[in-house]
Each structure stands twice: as structure tokens, then as C-alpha cells.
């Protein structure tokens, strides 16, 4: 067996650094953390706040800012994109349940699927964007459902029959 030659030295009393001095001499706000900032909170170059919504084969990519309520989807105005009632509705109903129509400016840029589907990809679109817009109104969005993604697709046709739930007559004989 070999000996140890690991040799330990008493130990001494570790004296405090001369940098100590230096850190208290620093203004006080220098020595306070900086508060953390979410990145959903932070808006992008012109005060824009971002969110992405999905529904069937739609993308919706939903900007939001304060201003004078205006709602813009692929330039045009949202009434003039959307011609069903029940679209602007549903869509309109994301910004009273969070009580900011007329306060905030909406530009939208939508493509795929449906009318039926881009709206409920505007709505998931726009639930993220005013979350990040204002953290507060996230109870709000959950309570409604604006945050939830409808993940729900049309079934596929099956082989060897009309369509997906379809069937071809059946003869006994």
C-alpha cells in the first residue's frame, strides 16, 4: 500500500478583499438589480406587440399598439376582409371582453384556409398580442378562452369510400 503524500496545512482566518470597499463606495443605484423584463413584454420597433395565431390552415400574425382603434387585415379594413357578421363579431369580442376597442391599433397580416378559419386565427393571433400588450388582461383572455388554440382539422378521406365518414350504399345482393 503507498502512502498518502496528500499533506494538509492548518488552516488560517480568510481576511475580507480590499474590493469590498470599492462595492459599498458605488451609488446605490448601481448596486440594485435591474428588474427582470419578459420578452412578450417587450414590444418591437414601433411600440408593436407581437402574437401568432393558428387555426384549420390558417396563420394569422397579429400586431398591437395604442392607438386610435383602427383594424387593419392585409391593409384592408376588417369589415371590408371579413363580410360574414359573425366574423366580426368574434373577433370584436376579444377586444370588449378586455374592455381596449377603440384604444389599441390592430394590423394583421392573415393567410391559408378559410374565412372561418383565419378569424379564429385572428382571435388566438390577437388574445397573444394583448397579453403581451398588457400582462393584467390574461385572466381575462383565459376566462374567455382567446388563449386556447381550436385543434380541431378536417378528417381525412378514407379509401375506398365517397369521403370521411360517407359510405357507398350497401347490398345484400
Given at each position: 500500500?503507498?502512502?498518502?503524500?496528500?499533506?494538509?496545512?492548518?488552516?488560517?482566518?480568510?481576511?475580507?478583499?480590499?474590493?469590498?470597499?470599492?462595492?459599498?463606495?458605488l451609488p446605490s443605484e448601481l448596486l440594485t438589480p435591474e428588474p427582470e423584463v419578459s420578452?412578450?413584454?417587450?414590444?418591437?420597433?414601433?411600440?408593436?406587440?407581437?402574437?401568432?395565431?393558428?387555426?384549420?390552415?390558417?396563420v394569422a400574425r397579429v400586431r398591437v399598439r395604442s392607438g386610435s382603434g383602427e383594424f387593419k387585415v392585409n391593409g384592408r379594413d376588417l369589415t371590408e376582409f371579413f363580410t360574414e357578421e359573425r366574423d366580426h363579431k368574434t373577433i370584436g369580442a376579444v377586444l370588449d371582453a378586455t374592455k381596449t376597442t377603440g384604444g389599441v391599433e390592430v394590423a394583421v397580416k392573415v393567410h391559408g384556409g378559410g374565412y372561418t378559419g383565419q378569424a379564429g386565427a385572428i382571435i388566438l393571433g390577437l388574445g397573444r398580442a394583448l397579453m403581451g400588450y398588457d400582462g393584467s388582461l390574461e385572466p381575462t383572455l383565459r376566462q374567455h378562452g382567446f388563449l386556447s388554440r381550436d385543434p380541431r382539422r378536417v378528417e381525412r378521406k378514407k379509401p375506398g369510400q365517397p369521403g370521411a365518414r360517407?359510405?357507398?350504399?350497401?347490398?345484400?345482393r
Open positions: 500500500m503507498t502512502e498518502d503524500t496528500h499533506t494538509t496545512e492548518p488552516t488560517t482566518p480568510i481576511e475580507a478583499p480590499a474590493t469590498l470597499e470599492v462595492v459599498e463606495s420578452v412578450a413584454a417587450t414590444p418591437t420597433a414601433g411600440g408593436w406587440f407581437w402574437g401568432t395565431g393558428r387555426r384549420k390552415a390558417s360517407k359510405r357507398f350504399q350497401f347490398s345484400k
